[in-house]
């Protein structure tokens, strides 16, 4: 306000200086009623603030937009998308799939009459194609909010109270955005293990191990989660030896036990090493390459593995660091993950949380919803997320995809059930493209039918479970998605066969 007053001033005495035509009066006015408005913009109150731009945040910004709400963004990293876009689920398909190209062009193609002379990885080429990717994406997303008319601010929010924001921009500035309703949106960061220093060259995250410079001959990965099953068979694929170290007695310990079973011998078809019941104590980088100390879980005799690089994959931890959370007494729980109401609201008022951040899956589908069902609250209507129907994928080749219910959580709750099984090998598409190694598992209430959960290993089980997540959705039954025509041949329909096999019996096998 005295920067204002200040000009108004001078420009009360430089008028004084001027002729008294009402045109110039009438233009020192517009001048000044413009330089006001201007300088207020800064400190406008926005309908709602969200602090950062992942998949729940940039969502929520956008359907808060559309909603009528005024809306503000806030992202630190400087380009929009989160980890997922930027240094995740994005560029990890993209190798992924690049990879996957390269092993059909060298172990299949010629079994399909289409031979070369030489094969040769061009990894720089391969790393382009996948920065490319994101890049087109993430302006992608930035002409999004353009469209809606969300603001964007690029910087590191913190907060100064409930309603108000501090953002230290990357340009080297400050400002301070208010909202009435202010949504957390942060996301995850890599968990770190004890006396583990990851330097993003021998020892690295998942951030690093999408942007090695070379293949590295020996890789070991720590975790047998997702993203270390994905990224190993990335570099396995491109001629890695690959051994995945995990404390647990199971890889992917979420997943369905008979599924997981068949799902971890496709792996070590691949030459996937594994390494369970094991826990790494030690950590050696004083010589050209990286060596681990491990020993069972349960404690026993120490062996040394060594490797060019080791790929730390333990999981992830809400990222809140540095918000104020304490400042303005928002909670959280013992892992950090802020605690939130069936609206997503915390325990202070008009501070939202959506995302990695509070309890549920850290998936980036996850966090889109949560960011939807919270607007949707705020701007007076009803949003819903049930955490039990969210789908999960593990992006190898086969892909193994879930929703609902695995068999011991069903036998844990006591349900009878009844279980529906179709093998690819019985499946005439994925014969014809000789790609069948996999299967479909449907589990449904005994008495009722109700679908309980489903389970697929296949080739594109990503895209297949869909089906399944819209039947658990409306509740329907194995008989329900049995009796519905599906397009011959194509591999969803192993997904029928299994659903009859479930309710009666399979036509195909």
Not at 168 to 175: L, N, R, Y
Request: aromatic share 6%; glycine share 10%; hydrophobic share 40%.
């Amino acid at each position: 306000m005295a920067l204002a007053s200040l000009v108004r001033r001078k420009a009360y005495l430089l008028s004084r200086n001027l002729s008294n035509s009402p045109a110039d009066a009438l233009k020192y006015s517009f001048s000044l009623s413009n330089f006001s408005r201007g300088f207020a913009s800064g400190s406008e109150e926005k309908d709602v603030v969200v602090i950062g731009g992942g998949p729940g945040g940039y969502v929520a910004a956008i359907k808060a937009a559309q909603l009528g709400l005024k809306t503000t963004c806030i992202e630190k990293r400087g380009t929009l998308g989160g980890t997922c876009l930027n240094v995740g689920c994005i560029p990890s398909k993209a190798l992924l799939h690049s990879s996957h190209m390269y092993h059909e062009a060298t172990h299949s193609f010629a079994g399909h009459g289409v031979k070369f002379s030489s094969v040769e990885i061009d990894l720089p080429a391969m790393m382009a194609q996948k920065d490319k990717a994101v890049s087109n994406l993430t302006r992608g997303i930035e002409g999004l909010f353009k469209k809606n008319k969300v603001n964007y601010v690029k910087g590191y929010g913190k907060f100064i109270s409930p309603s108000e924001v501090s953002v230290d921009t990357i340009e080297g500035g400050s400002t301070v955005v208010k909202g009435k309703n202010i949504i957390i949106a942060t996301g995850s960061d890599v968990k770190s293990l004890p006396g583990i220093t990851i330097d993003e060259k021998r020892i690295v995250s998942s951030t690093g191990a999408l942007a090695l410079q070379e293949v590295p001959k020996k890789l070991i990965v720590i975790g047998a989660g997702y993203i270390g099953l994905e990224m190993g068979s990335v570099w396995g694929r491109l001629g890695s030896e690959v051994t995945v170290v995990e404390f647990a007695p199971d890889i992917v310990p979420s997943m369905d036990a008979e599924i997981r079973k068949q799902f971890q011998r496709s792996l070590e078809k691949q030459k996937m090493k594994f390494m369970l019941k094991t826990k790494v104590v030690g950590v050696d980088t004083s010589g050209n390459g990286v060596k681990l100390t491990v020993e069972p879980a349960a404690g026993g005799d120490q062996t040394t593995l060594e490797a060019d690089v080791v790929l730390v994959s333990a999981g992830r931890s809400p990222f809140t660091a540095g918000l104020g959370l304490d400042k303005i007494g928002v909670e959280t729980d013992k892992i950090g993950r802020i605690l939130v109401n069936d609206r997503f609201a915390t325990n202070v008022a008009g501070v939202y949380a959506i995302g990695d951040v509070i309890p549920g899956p850290m998936l980036a589908h996850k966090a889109e919803e949560d960011g939807v069902a919270c607007v949707e609250f705020i701007a007076g209507k009803h949003g819903h997320v049930d955490y039990d129907k969210v789908p999960g994928v593990v992006y190898t080749h086969p892909e193994v995809a879930s929703v609902g219910k695995t068999e011991e959580q069903v036998k844990a709750l006591g349900v009878d059930y009844r279980v529906g099984k179709f093998p690819f090998l019985a499946n005439s598409r994925a014969k014809a493209i000789d790609d069948a190694e996999g299967i479909v598992k449907i589990l449904a209430d005994k008495e009722t039918d109700k679908i309980l959960g489903v389970h697929i290993m296949a080739p594109n089980a990503g895209e297949l479970i869909h089906e399944a997540v819209l039947a658990i959705n409306y509740d329907a039954s194995s008989e329900d998605i049995a009796r519905v025509c599906h397009a011959h041949p194509t591999m969803s329909e192993a997904l029928k066969e299994a659903a009859m096999a479930t309710y009666d019996k399979p036509i195909h096998i």
